[in-house]
């Protein structure tokens, strides 16, 4: 598949972000192309569990951005990707993510969507769409709001602050922080929950996913996400972001 790397294992699946040029950010494509994988193996008995992790030292630098530098809100609302993270997150079976270097904007909400997360030493995750006159779109205020409480992810959102794997690990985001890269332990991880009763697992995700997302505020998240991209202070914000300044925003 485009911008992926599936390797199948006994009783799971590794699918590795294949973007490395781009710090594997999140274009429309690649999003696509995993909502396919996913679905595959949603179907698959011999695939148990799904580890998701990204090449050459980073999971996923956020979206990317030349899509949305001329979205429009008319096109946001109409984007295929909403389709894609929804398929995303309808996964039923137990989904990892091993994250090593950036997981940014798209690409946290991305490990957000995993059921456990493992975070190597040189992990970096944040928010930071509010630098760019935009909010996360896919889920990524309410999920990190469970997580980590308000105090906090009110800091990241906020101010669009990035956070190392310690913080990250004391603060809840992840359940394991690895000494060095995040991979090995999260192989290990991924053996092991596919070894354990496949429709026990999936009945306890479904109990964890549906007590923990409330369905108007992610409207209400993407709702404001659409809403942003008719904004002058979307365009200054990723026009400044191109030309590595500090945007200078107008309200407008």
Known sequence: M????????QGWLHVALNRPSAKNALNTATLAALAEALTQAATDPNIRAVLISGTEGNFA???????????????AATDPR???????RAFPKPLIAAIDGFALGGGLELALMADLIVLGETAKLGLPETNLGLIPGAGGIQRLLALIGRARASRMILTGEIIDAPTAHAWGIAAYLATGSALPDAIALTTKISQ??????QAAKAALVTGDETARAFTLERASFESLMDTADKAEGISAFRERRKPSFTGA
């Open 2 to 9: 485009e911008n992926l790397i599936l390797t199948a294992h």
């Open 196 to 201: 354990r009763a496949p429709i026990a697992l």
């Open 61 to 75: 630098a956020g979206a990317d951005i030349t899509e949305i530098a001329t979205k429009t809100t008319a096109e």
């Open 82 to 88: 909403k389709a894609h993270w929804a398929t995303i």
